[in-house]
């Protein structure tokens, strides 16, 4: 059973800094791929970054290329996302999910498992 438990949320001040953990286990096949998708109320789901098991190639969206950064550690079976530059508008419910396979896609239904979340809220 693949599982997803996110961790490193918490309410910071505009331009702070916040590294988000997403602890993954149960994966039995060669390649996957991870991403980290948010969603604020009354919005729907976005894509964030997401990163490839098989070359560690990422991708980001705009909005956050320069002040988020995403990475692995295959020893610890984690995935990073690295939250620099914090803006109110980057307050959101964020999720680290998985899909098996190579392509880099931040598109929620291209996934199939996904953690429970955790809050990151920015306001001064």
């Known amino acids: 059973q693949v599982q997803l438990v996110e961790s490193g949320g918490g309410l910071v001040q505009p331009g702070d800094s916040l590294r988000l953990s997403c602890a993954v286990s149960?994966?039995?096949?060669?390649?996957?791929?991870i991403g980290w998708f948010r969603q604020a109320p009354g919005k729907e789901r976005e894509g964030v970054s997401c990163?490839?098991?098989?070359?560690?190639?990422?991708y980001y969206r705009d909005s956050v290329k320069g002040r988020f950064t995403i990475s692995r550690d295959n020893a610890k079976n984690t995935v990073y996302l690295q939250l620099n530059s914090l803006k109110p508008e980057d307050t959101a419910v964020y999720y680290c999910?998985?899909?098996?396979?190579?392509?880099?896609?931040?598109?929620?239904?291209?996934?199939?498992?996904w953690g429970q979340g955790t809050q990151v809220t920015v306001s001064s």
């Open positions: 999910a998985a899909r098996m396979g190579r392509a880099r896609t931040t598109r929620p239904n291209d996934y199939s498992y």
């Open positions: 149960g994966f039995t096949g060669d390649y996957y791929v």
């Open positions: 990163i490839s098991s098989s070359d560690g190639s990422t």
